[in-house]
């Protein structure tokens, strides 16, 4: 089981570009969810996703974010035009099941660096 | 917004000895909560988790307790090694949409 992947680990972008991160989940996991870390602070909610379908965006930022779990390949946030402020750990996390009883929270990836210059 | 906060950001604590790390969360309607350990450059890390109708929970080294009249969470740590140097995040939820505290670096002194 390799868990959650995403890549790259580290992404490099200058202000004006966009940048894309990818996210697959654990075998079996049909529930994804994004969060973005600033330095020496906690995790944010972004969105929930399951596949083809965005069912919590209530985390994003309005303009120039989008995230996307297609029917096939991992979800994808896009962050177009990045500015400094953008810059931040993001990280992608994965569920068997919806929320209720016996949900036992996500398994996390490792996150994604993103440096904007 | 609710949101969950840490009493304490930074921890040392003596190789060998217990460490306890607080939390304070403010959204009554929670009722899962779950301890993460993030260590430099990683990903969150599941420790333990509880949910509203228990009040202390246990695993392998480390115990949740959860005073809900107080909205307090503490994570214990028993005899603590090295490998437990990280920062350490509560969260709670009444959804899949978990909400974070800031975070306590615990250190530990050799």
């Known amino acids: 089981n390799a868990g959650v992947m995403q890549n790259p680990r580290h992404l490099v972008r200058r202000r004006g570009q966009e940048a894309r991160l990818r996210c697959s989940p654990m075998?079996?996991?049909?529930?994804v969810y994004w969060y973005r870390q600033l330095p020496e602070e906690g995790l944010k909610f972004m969105v929930y996703?399951?596949?083809?379908?965005?069912?919590?965006e209530s985390g994003m930022p309005k303009e120039r974010f989008s995230a996307e779990f297609p029917k096939e390949g991992p979800s994808i946030l896009r962050i177009q035009q990045v500015v400094r402020g953008d810059s931040a750990a993001y990280f992608c996390?994965?569920?068997?099941?919806?929320f209720g009883q016996g949900w036992n929270g996500y398994t996390f990836g490792s996150g994604t660096r993103l440096t904007v210059v | 917004g609710e949101s969950v906060g840490l009493h304490l950001p930074t921890l040392s604590v003596q190789e060998g000895d217990n460490s306890i790390i607080n939390c304070a969360y403010s959204?009554?309607?929670?009722?899962?909560f779950i301890w993460y350990k993030q260590e430099s450059g990683k990903g969150p890390q599941f420790i333990i988790d509880?949910?509203?109708?228990?009040d202390k929970r246990q695993g392998q080294r480390v115990t949740v307790l959860l005073n809900k009249t107080v909205k307090h969470l503490s994570l214990q740590i028993a005899a603590t090694q090295p490998g437990d140097s990280a920062v350490y995040f509560c969260?709670?939820?009444?959804?899949?949409?978990?909400?974070f505290g800031t975070g306590t670096r615990l250190t530990i002194i050799p």
């Open positions: 996390a994965s569920s068997p099941s919806v």
């Open positions: 075998k079996g996991h049909s529930h």
């Open positions: 959204n009554s309607a929670s009722d899962y």
């Open positions: 509880i949910r509203s109708n228990m």
């Open positions: 969260a709670e939820t009444a959804s899949e949409k978990l909400t």
């Open positions: 996703l399951q596949k083809e379908n965005i069912i919590d």
